[in-house]
């Protein structure tokens, strides 16, 4: 079903801007996801879309008509002008097309991920970089990881940028979010599963001779402080081998370096 909203004081258009909020994704549920590809990954999730905004002339492209005719089967779609479209969004060149979508009640958490067989898991400490993160769970997705968990102070798994960044991944990527360093070393020494951190020191060894055939959780840091000592202190330390100047790789380089080597350990 289609209809049409025109007025920036519409209680769903001002919903749909409050979520460019941290706290009021959290507190109503709901996160946008916006952009033809991210929608149409979105379309196919089986996540519950609560509704939907598009322009005109998204409507009048091709890929965008048949975009909106799959849409209208799940959830209501409203046309909005292009200008408040513009409001909406937070992108600088708008596609015209975005739904709200529910926060998925997560069917996992610490203990069920660890209780897997073998688990490869990526733990982001205090990332706090929505780029970084996004590209961290399609990187996650792409090697066939099992989860990704955020520790508390991380980036939003939800704000706009992280979902796009992840291409989607965002909807096949098991993720756990808010987790303290108590409830991870618990789950940790409950279920044996080690625990590595990528970081530099003299008892680091290089990436390459860890076996990750068996299970693992590995560790990236705030892009400025890294791992919290506390964390530290319980975890084996990688590290990626470098030449040249680079004092360092980005966050999300190093754990894509990491996450294929353990793929290419797993499928030999």
């Given at each position: 079903?289609?209809?049409?909203?025109?007025?920036?004081?519409?209680?769903?258009?001002?919903?749909?801007?409050?979520?460019?909020?941290?706290?009021?994704?959290?507190?109503?549920?709901?996160?946008?996801?916006?952009?033809?590809?991210?929608?149409?990954?979105?379309?196919?999730?089986?996540?519950?879309?609560?509704?939907?905004?598009?322009?005109?002339?998204?409507?009048?492209?091709?890929?965008?008509?048949?975009?909106?005719?799959e849409l209208e089967k799940q959830c209501m779609m409203y046309e909005v002008p292009l200008?408040?479209?513009?409001?909406?969004?937070?992108?600088?060149?708008?596609?015209?097309?975005?739904?709200?979508?529910?926060?998925?009640?997560?069917?996992?958490?610490?203990?069920?991920?660890?209780?897997?067989?073998?688990?490869?898991?990526?733990?982001?400490?205090?990332?706090?970089?929505?780029?970084?993160?996004?590209?961290?769970?399609?990187?996650?997705?792409?090697?066939?990881?099992?989860?990704?968990?955020?520790?508390?102070?991380?980036?939003?798994?939800?704000?706009?940028?992280?979902?796009?960044?992840?291409?989607?991944?965002?909807?096949?990527v098991p993720v756990i979010s808010h987790v303290t360093n108590e409830d991870l070393m618990?789950?940790?020494?409950?279920?044996?599963?080690?625990?590595?951190?990528?970081?530099?020191?003299?008892?680091?060894?290089?990436?390459?001779?860890?076996?990750?055939?068996?299970?693992?959780?590995?560790?990236?840091?705030?892009?400025?402080?890294?791992?919290?000592?506390?964390?530290?202190?319980?975890?084996?330390?990688?590290?990626?081998?470098?030449?040249?100047?680079?004092?360092?790789?980005?966050?999300?380089?190093?754990?894509?370096?990491?996450?294929?080597?353990?793929?290419?350990?797993?499928?030999m």
């Open positions: 079903m289609r209809a049409i909203i025109k007025s920036s004081v519409n209680p769903k258009v001002k919903q749909a801007i409050s979520l460019h909020q941290r706290k009021n994704r959290e507190t109503e549920g709901l996160f946008l996801a916006e952009g033809v590809r991210l929608v149409e990954m979105a379309a196919a999730s089986g996540w519950e879309i609560v509704h939907g905004f598009y322009t005109m002339e998204a409507a009048k492209d091709e890929r965008g008509a048949a975009l909106l005719a200008p408040l479209f513009s409001r909406i969004s937070d992108t600088q060149t708008p596609q015209g097309i975005m739904l709200v979508m529910k926060i998925q009640e997560n069917p996992v958490d610490t203990e069920s991920l660890f209780r897997r067989k073998q688990p490869l898991l990526l733990i982001l400490d205090g990332v706090q970089d929505p780029g970084n993160a996004g590209t961290i769970l399609r990187t996650a997705d792409a090697a066939g990881l099992d989860g990704v968990i955020l520790m508390e102070g991380s980036v939003d798994a939800f704000s706009a940028k992280t979902v796009r960044a992840s291409m989607g991944s965002i909807f096949h618990n789950a940790i020494e409950e279920w044996g599963i080690p625990l590595f951190a990528a970081d530099v020191d003299d008892t680091a060894k290089p990436y390459f001779r860890q076996d990750f055939r068996e299970a693992a959780a590995i560790i990236f840091g705030n892009e400025a402080n890294g791992i919290s000592g506390e964390l530290l202190a319980v975890s084996k330390k990688l590290y990626i081998p470098m030449q040249g100047h680079a004092e360092s790789l980005n966050v999300a380089v190093s754990a894509s370096v990491i996450a294929y080597e353990a793929l290419r350990q797993r499928s």
